[in-house]
């Protein structure tokens, strides 16, 4: 006999809890649905299992300043950061991040004169390479679907980092801001495009110019209005030096590095991750028993699916009377991270003074 | 607040099918919609099924056919004689051989007399029985198809007869015909009474050695009223060593000449024609409504007098009686109107004797619409006077009263009434409107006692389910009244009598267990011929019936149209929902109309009706559980139907509880969690779709839509599980011991929140097309609604 904690075990653990031992009562893939909800948006917020913290690392690419967290596959992250290996500093204060790396606005004035005309117009800036934009996270302008890229977002709504502006014959400000190269693909780009601020959709239909952030180069750029003969057309953005990134803030479920990457860097810090769902209807053989990361908690995600079950149903009466059942598997099942954390000293200042107290070891690679 | 739980049991007071208040109003047990289930013995249980005893059959014996001719022989219909009496004298149109019982002769009684028979191994087929001298390469046989139906042979010889050879057939046939009576013979023996089945035009007894009915009578006594001429008969007086039985259709038909039927009377081994002399002058008693001996006399009521039938004239209020003592079947002298013998006296009203039934001590005289009483005097000359009881309630049925030791149920134009000899009430004030939605052929109710169940049955013709009559109308309905606890109830079943069957030792290898040796079981027939016992189908299979349709013809159709079928006196209309399953048909050629039949393997399918508008076709469609259509059940061109056909009615149930409302008195809505039915356990399988089940619907705020209507296409996935309600083990796994128990608590969860609720429990369209599902039964023992108050209760 094996010890039970399949998947097919927790459902007929569910089914006698709940006296709902047949399929018209409730359907396996309902139970399952139950089950997994607790599974992934319950469990992991009540019990930080000490199995389920792991470390998150991805890869930088060059003059990408921003990268998502995945957070559909991870519930929270926290300090150290290693860049490169060298730890860094995070933070998820804008205001400490961006008073260490300040990020001010350079006004290039009259990088084009108008000519009475829409535009076309082409030129360039002179500080390059230019911080680009960068997409929202959460759902926004750029996130992406089985079936391509959103692009209906309006332009108000996207985190530009480059102005492009003029006045029209009205001394009303025409305003371009850019996308960060993420618009179309939904993924980042040496070459944005331009959209007019007050733009409604942000698709490759509505740009009305185009920005390389490595060169400078500005062009295609159209205004919705007439820029008088004469007007100066001006640019703001944000000029930078890349190199590695020794900074980090975690902000709108993004890493914001700085300095910006010059290149390829691994980036690893610790997250708690939601553990993996369960499938349906693939539990039966040939294909093998599915097991919950850790089998200990099958009786666990059974109160767990039974209580939401109970909850949906108004059952209030059952559910407090087997609410008890899962806390004490709450208790149980968390037992094991306690004692995991129980031999772990508190640290201190001198925890890593480890006898070489030279680069690169110990407290801050030996300069403490 | 969890969930109060209101437990409901015991269905008995209060209960059944009620309608008297609004359905929120009801007493918790009673139902609003109860069809084919009752309440019965504190629990509601489900109409069990019609055990066919036979249909009503006859024999050919040596019937001449067309003689032969030059080369091969074929006979376009050897069944012609029977069908095509000119009406209105009863014409056999859809007459049908019986299979396995044909026998053909050439040159009867020569040395060269060759016989073919068919086989029911092999039906449709005739081959020669060896030792005849007219060899053949083929013969065939057609039991009934086409329309109107024929029974075509053919034979294709290899040695011919030549022109002129006599040919006849011996074989046992289906008139098809409707029941019009089955009637109790009382025999000699104690114990013994002889059940007598009449169709329109013949007479038949039950033959216990081979189990089927045969004419009763050799010499082919025949009768020809319509299909609303129901037989009355009554025991009484004796000839020699045997009892008496008088029978009357009160089919006189002056406007007919030659098309009446007399009276007759049954002394075991004849028939006998009876007119008796009632005047001087000639007149004779010809026809009456009802005979009933009382006092030592028989009082013949509702009479038709005159000096011959043809001429004769009704005394719609007139009461006959004979010479008291007298054997009235001398004609000469028992019935004339004599003082201190025989007699009469009408009944001061201008309305019809409509039906009689004896009760203690009195005869009660049922009026269109007054109720009378006989009484005796003593008086020879007045042996009976008569005394009104009721001027309202009378009776619309002959058949109808259904007597009890303490009154006599009738059906009445105004209400279903018990009459105890002193006074008339309803019975039906549960039901108030019911009596007057049994219309259209209100004198076609027939009512009958059931004593195993403590049951009345009536028979009747419910205009709601004729909307769109097209020709003759038969009973559709049965009311079911419990004596007991008086709850009401519906079954769907088409009957067009009742009547009593009594058989002493049975053969259980024949009969269903639940025949009870030497006991009245009730018995019924239909419109077909088709005599079977009311609710005595036997576990496992206690639920299905048993056949009652005969196929005349099988048409394909093409261009993706429904297979029709030709079902003469089907009774289906538009209105209501039949499922069927189709046994027995033979056929032959490619597309056999024999892959219709149903096979447990190859075609477990229950069929719905479609398109039963017409009174002699309809079609046939599947349910699709995956589009929530039927599907009409094609066809292909190429076969030939041979007869043989039957249809089986497969009856749903449907029990519709009271709205629910329990927190009105508190002015709140109510948050449903789920109800718990306790129910006898059903057959289990391991394929949950194939356990013992059915459907529960849940209606909110007495909308008319179901919920969880799983009949139609329902995209919500808010609904937990579905709205299957098992009535077996519902996991052997997890539970073993379940499959033991006699009864289980079902759960059934209905997560909303409303005002009120109904639920309704029936099968759906999915759970109907198997057989393994809807052949489970139904008894509900009682239920348990969890539910609390919440809300404020407006919306």
Redesign the interface.
Known sequence: MTAPGTLVDIR?KV??IT?????????DL?IDQYINTYYLYDLSEQLRLESFRVNYQFMTNANQPVYDFPKELYLTNMPPIYVGGYQSYLTQSRENFFRINPQLNLLQQQVATGNGTTGIYNFGVTNTPVMPGFKRNPPGAYMTTPTGPITSAPASVINWNVVVSALDVNGQSMTLVDDGGCQATGVHANTGLLFWSDALDTDLGSAHGIINYITGRITQVSFPRLVPAGNPINAQYIPYVASRPQTACFYQDQIILYPVPDQAYTVSFEAFKYPTAFLSNVDAPPNPAQYPQLQELWQLLAFGASDK?FA???????L?KFRPLLEEQLKLVQRRTIVQYTSERAATIYTEQSGLPQYPFGNLFGGF | ???QPFYITNYEQDSGLENYFESFLLPEKAFPVLEDAYCWRGRVSRRQGFFLLGRLRRNLVNTALTVTGVGNYANPDVLTSVRTTIAPVISEAYAELEIGSVVITINRGLGTQTIYTDNIATPGVLTMTPGGTYTISSGSVTYCAGFPPTSPISLTFTVAPGAGATVDINCAYYPALPVMGIRSYERENINIEQTIVFDQKYAYSWDYGNNRFNELTVAGTTWQGGNDKLFWTTNYWQAGANNIFWACNFNPQPLLPGFGDPIRYYDGTTWTTFNPAIDALGGLLQQCRALLPFKGRLFAFNTWEGVSLDTSVNFPRRIRYSAVGQNPTILATSWLTTPGAGGFFDIPTDEDIVSVESLKDVILVKCERSSYKLVYTGNQTDPAIYQKINTVFGAQSTFSLVPFDDGVFAIGSLGITTDDTTSVERIDVKIPDQVFNIQTHPEKAYGIRDFVKELVYWAFTDKNLHQNPTSDIFNNQVLVFNYRNESFAKFNDSYTAFGYFQVQNPDYGFYPASVIPNETNVAAGNQQGFVGLVQKKAAPQSVLNDESLAITNVAPTGGGGAVILTVPNHNFTATGQYWVRIDGIVGTGPNNPSSLNYDATTNPVMYHVQNENSAINFGLERWNQNTYVFDNVQLGFGGTYLGGGRVTVVQNFDIKTKVFSPFYEQGQQL?A??VDFLTDTTTYSPD?TESG?CACFEYINEGPVAINNSNVANTSSGI???N???TSA??I???PQQANQAKIWH???L?T?EQNFQLELLMTNQQMSSQIINDNDYVLHAMTL?V?P?GRMIQ
């Open positions: 007929n089914r006698r006296g709902r031992p047949n399929p018209a009562q409730i359907s309902q079950i949906d149903n108004g059952d209030l009466e059952s407090n | 607040m969890g969930y948050r969690g789920y949950p089940q937990m599980g579905n299957t309600v098992l519902e996991n796994a997890l539970i759960r059934f969860y997560p929140i969890y609390n919440t």
